[in-house]
């Protein structure tokens, strides 16, 4: 298959503003993003995705492919499908797009090294770090027998008070992974569909897709990643790298 990478970048972050080109050991953090990438070897080309024209100004001085979107999309999943629609008018369509989310700078790309055929693909790990277990910035995710995603959340779901436990089995709780594999079609198919009302409760896009009984499944990896949403998690990623 032709994979297409997409990194959605946008400047105007609620909790972070800049945050894509904040410095971490001296380089902007969509350089970390984008060279750990890069690093498959699987890509038909990788693009990176934004409506500002100071994080353009920085991809193209560092050689790194960029698409200029549209600034009314609030969801890195709707970015995307714009770029599907240039790509495409360009003759440069794909088999399936991934997108992975310009906060993750230390992605690793083995989490790529998985069955990617069905049409929406999102990934998972489990919640290792306690701070994570009741973080609201980490999505979790609760997954059926049968790998697909049966509900999102950033509250710590399942819920485990001992009050309601039936059995004392410890605690498993899953964190989702900001990496999405797409076909074209079904793609195109999550931005026609209006936000909908847990979607927009909860700040989860996949959510759009539960809500219309659209299946999502999911691959689970060992390799965790911390995305960028604050200042705090930047300086943690830094003294992660300083220490490796």
């Known amino acids: 298959m032709k994979f297409i990478g997409i990194i959605p970048a946008r400047y105007a972050s609620s909790r972070y503003p800049g945050k894509p080109l904040c410095e971490i050991c001296g380089k902007p953090m969509i350089q970390w993003v984008y060279d750990s990438i890069m690093k498959w070897d699987k890509w038909e080309g990788v693009y990176l995705a934004t409506d500002s024209v100071e994080i353009e100004t920085v991809c193209r001085n560092l050689a790194i492919p960029v698409i200029m979107t549209r600034d009314t999309h609030t969801d890195c999943l709707d970015r995307a499908g714009e770029v599907i629609e240039i790509l495409e008018a360009q003759n440069k369509a794909g088999d399936r797009y991934i997108v992975i989310q310009g906060d993750e700078p230390l992605f690793d790309v083995c989490t790529l090294d998985v069955d990617l055929t069905p049409e929406i693909v999102n990934f998972y790990t489990k919640v290792q770090d306690v701070h994570d277990l009741y973080n ?109």
Do not use: W
Request: glycine fraction near 4%; aromatic fraction near 10%.
């Open 136 to 244: 609201p910035d980490s999505v979790k995710v609760v997954v059926t027998a049968a790998s697909k995603a049966l509900y999102f959340s950033r509250y710590t779901i399942p819920y485990h008070e001992d009050k309601t436990r039936r059995t004392q089995e410890p605690l498993q709780v899953f964190k989702q992974i900001g990496v999405y594999s797409f076909s074209g079609e079904q793609l195109k198919r999550y931005c026609s569909l209006r936000s909908a009302y847990l979607e927009n409760l909860e700040g989860i896009g996949l959510l759009r897709l539960l809500e219309n009984d659209i299946d999502v499944t999911m691959r689970y990896t060992e390799h965790d990643s911390i995305s960028v949403d604050t200042p705090a998690d930047r300086n943690k990623i830094e003294e992660l790298l300083r220490n490796t």
